[in-house]
């Protein structure tokens, strides 16, 4: 009988349900299951192969590729017999990325950073070498308005989102950053070798977090942590800045853990896959 629900199965018309009583169509899943996994398969694949790396019966796994070569989204060699995926998912990624509504869709990340815990919170992003805030959520005190502003622009070398950045820095783009801007000392804090520079980079690697200690502003301190994007490089930071008064480091250490699930959440919006 169609709409006949089994409660303790939680299936209706064939389409399960979650917990929140939402149905999800289990043909999608699988269409989305198999085309997932051909990305992982770096060479042509026989069906058989295909079929055997996902744990799915031949049958199924070919009605699916026949709809996929319909749509042009598989060829199938016909020297081999092996399919492979085409480059119209770079194009759907291609128009995704252009239309995806960056920096938008994180602006709830620092909007719960601030409600959680009562200080300013910003998403930035890098251009030219440099840091530009793009979004900011203020904390109660207004203390540090002055030192964040939408459009303002930081060094990499002294902020926290700025050395999440570095991490995707070459050698030779550090060498670059240097000539173009030098590594200026702010204040006695400021980190201002390249060798140094290179050990606080690794640190950051190490921890999944970035700290500015009072190295750009005299008695502000922050923690920062990244957004990947889908190639797995650094696309923006989310930061946290307060008086160092309210913001000692066993604090940071101690919230750590909250600021990475922030940071893994906002880079799976960003398509980032943790595998």
């Given at each position: 009988?169609?709409?006949?629900?089994?409660?303790?199965?939680?299936?209706?018309?064939?389409?399960?349900?979650?917990?929140?009583?939402?149905?999800?169509?289990?043909?999608?899943?699988?269409?989305?299951?198999?085309?997932?996994?051909?990305?992982?398969?770096?060479?042509?694949?026989?069906?058989?192969?295909?079929?055997?790396?996902?744990?799915?019966?031949?049958?199924?796994?070919?009605?699916?590729?026949?709809?996929?070569?319909?749509?042009?989204?598989?060829?199938?060699?016909?020297?081999?017999?092996?399919?492979?995926?085409?480059?119209?998912?770079?194009?759907?990624?291609?128009?995704?990325?252009?239309?995806?509504?960056?920096?938008?869709?994180?602006?709830?990340?620092?909007?719960?950073?601030?409600?959680?815990?009562?200080?300013?919170?910003?998403?930035?992003?890098?251009?030219?070498?440099?840091?530009?805030?793009?979004?900011?959520?203020?904390?109660?005190?207004?203390?540090?308005?002055?030192?964040?502003?939408?459009?303002?622009?930081?060094?990499?070398?002294?902020?926290?989102?700025?050395?999440?950045?570095?991490?995707?820095?070459?050698?030779?783009?550090?060498?670059?950053?240097?000539q173009k801007y030098g590594l200026p000392q702010y204040t006695s804090h400021?980190?201002?070798?390249?060798?140094?520079?290179?050990?606080?980079?690794?640190?950051?690697?190490?921890?999944?977090?970035?700290?500015?200690?009072?190295?750009?502003?005299?008695?502000?301190?922050?923690?920062?942590?990244?957004?990947?994007?889908?190639?797995?490089?650094?696309?923006?930071?989310?930061?946290?800045?307060?008086?160092?008064?309210?913001?000692?480091?066993?604090?940071?250490?101690?919230?750590?853990?909250?600021?990475?699930?922030?940071?893994?959440?906002?880079?799976?919006?960003?398509?980032?896959?943790?595998?």
């Amino acid at each position: 009988m169609i709409g006949y629900m089994d409660h303790k199965k939680g299936v209706v018309a064939g389409k399960k349900w979650n917990s929140a009583g939402v149905k999800k169509n289990q043909s999608l899943r699988k269409a989305l299951h198999i085309l997932e996994g051909m990305t992982t398969i770096h060479t042509p694949a026989r069906l058989q192969d295909i079929a055997q790396s996902l744990g799915m019966p031949q049958s199924t796994v070919l009605r699916f590729l026949n709809t996929y070569s319909d749509f042009g989204y598989v060829q199938q060699d016909p020297a081999t017999a092996c399919y492979y995926l085409t480059l119209k998912l770079t194009e759907l990624g291609l128009r995704t990325k252009d239309h995806f509504p960056f920096p938008h869709s994180l602006l709830k990340y620092i909007k719960q950073i601030a409600r959680t815990f009562q200080e300013s919170s910003s998403l930035c992003v890098e251009q030219d070498m440099q840091m530009v805030y793009i979004a900011i959520e203020e904390g109660p005190d207004r203390t540090l308005q002055t030192l964040q502003r939408i459009g303002k622009i930081a060094p990499m070398h002294a902020t926290g989102v700025g050395k999440l950045h570095l991490m995707n820095y070459s050698e030779k783009q550090l060498a670059a950053l240097e000539q173009k801007y030098g590594l200026p000392q702010y204040t006695s804090h400021t980190i201002h070798t390249r060798d140094a520079l290179k050990t606080e980079i690794e640190r950051v690697k190490q921890n999944g977090y970035a700290v500015d200690d009072q190295e750009c502003e005299v008695g502000v301190r922050c923690i920062a942590v990244p957004v990947r994007d889908y190639t797995g490089k650094v696309a923006a930071g989310i930061s946290m800045s307060a008086p160092v008064t309210r913001l000692d480091m066993p604090k940071i250490a101690e919230i750590a853990g909250f600021f990475k699930d922030i940071s893994r959440k906002a880079s799976l919006e960003l398509g980032w896959d943790p595998r």
